[in-house]
């Protein structure tokens, strides 16, 4: 008895994020609920840097670069895995919104499982490269931007846009800010990237069927889009979507997204060719409106749904599975619709 109170007590310790995941499955507890949201439980902007730094110092197939500065002067990195610049490549972009965070800490779970030297790592670094963009808004995330920010309900901790209180994500055409040039000069146009996965939060109320939904996801819908690599983009959604399905945490929709190529869904994949697939997560970190916050007990599930579904893209593009992956599911998939009020965000 007393020895697996200690068992769960140890268990509970070292991963004090997963606490509450199983019963999770979607419906995660709201800010409303007894919690709050605790900032100090995610990976600082220093702690990012080292971590990534400290995965290429490990790794024999990581490299990471920083590729420009914020607004305010915090330093952007990329980390590249693979060996074999002739393979496919695929960009894990997260956190253009400040406030977005749990896909960062995936992000970082996974470039922390490729960061060893083993068989199976220098095996895939042959047959695909994996870049990962983990926080394209290092102000935004960590509330520190020249604008007024006190209205958020966790007091301020993160918010959407960058310290220039610029959408960096409605910013793909202009580039009118350090980070979105950094991203367009440094990364997608100095490399022959394929794949880009742009994940985001949406609103904690959205549901299909009256359920709350753990996430949504939608590829390139302007009509400017290759129809190649649109499908290329429905199949990397379809890989996705099966791999969180698989594991019965999670429920997803199909995002109601538009055509604008202000966003990096559309932009991207009109400008570079590149399949993109948008991935919303649900729930934010800190915001001015309670419906589109979700508290510290459902980071458990989020960061799972991400490393599930990296994982899930990295093998089926590494691999080939990916040419076999069934797109007919986007005709059945629903479209999410808001419970209670919600504004879109993606
Ligand atoms: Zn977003």
Redesign the pocket.
Same mark, same amino acid.
């Given at each position: 008895m007393k020895k697996s109170f200690i068992a769960i007590l140890v268990f509970l310790l070292a991963f004090p994020v997963f606490g509450s995941s199983a019963e999770a499955v979607g419906q995660g507890p709201n800010y409303n609920g007894n919690e709050t949201v605790k900032g100090e439980r995610l990976t600082s902007q220093e702690d990012l840097l080292a971590e990534v730094h400290r995965a290429a110092d490990r790794s024999q197939f990581i490299e990471t670069e920083i590729i420009g500065q914020s607004v305010q002067g915090r330093d952007i990195p990329l980390v590249k895995f693979g060996t074999n610049p002739d393979s496919p490549t695929i960009l894990f972009l997260t956190q &253009? =919104?400040g406030n +977005?965070v749990m896909t960062t800490e995936a992000a970082l779970d996974v470039i922390k499982g490729l960061s060893n030297n083993s068989k199976h790592n220098r095996e895939l670094a042959e047959e695909i490269n994996v870049f990962f963009l983990p926080r394209l808004n290092p102000d935004g995330a960590v509330g520190d931007v020249n604008f007024d920010i006190s209205d958020h309900v966790g007091g301020g901790i993160a918010t959407?846009a960058n310290a220039n209180n610029v959408d960096l994500?409605r910013d793909h055409n202009t580039l009118s800010q350090p980070e979105t040039l950094a991203l367009h000069n440094n990364v997608l146009r100095a490399y022959d990237i394929d794949y880009l996965v742009d994940f =985001? =939060? &949406?609103g904690a109320r959205s549901g299909i069927d009256g359920e709350l939904v753990s996430g949504s996801i939608l590829y390139p819908t302007n009509e400017a889009v290759n129809p190649e690599v649109r499908e290329m983009s429905q199949r990397l959604g379809s890989v996705m979507y099966n791999a969180v399905e698989d594991r019965g945490f999670g429920l997803l929709a199909r995002y109601n997204g538009g055509t604008a190529n202000t966003i990096a869904r559309n932009g991207l994949a009109v400008e570079y060719d590149i399949a993109t697939l948008l991935f +919303?997560m649900r729930g934010m970190i800190d915001h001015s409106n309670p419906n589109q916050v979700l508290g510290q007990k459902s980071n458990g599930y989020l960061i799972q749904q991400g490393v599930v579904s990296m994982e899930a893209a990295i093998n089926a593009i590494a691999y080939g599975g990916i040419n076999e992956a069934d797109i007919t599911f986007w005709e059945t998939l629903e479209v999410q619709s808001f419970v209670e009020g919600e504004e879109e965000? +993606?």
């Open positions: &253009q =919104h +977005e959407r994500n =985001h =939060h &949406q +919303e965000t +993606e």
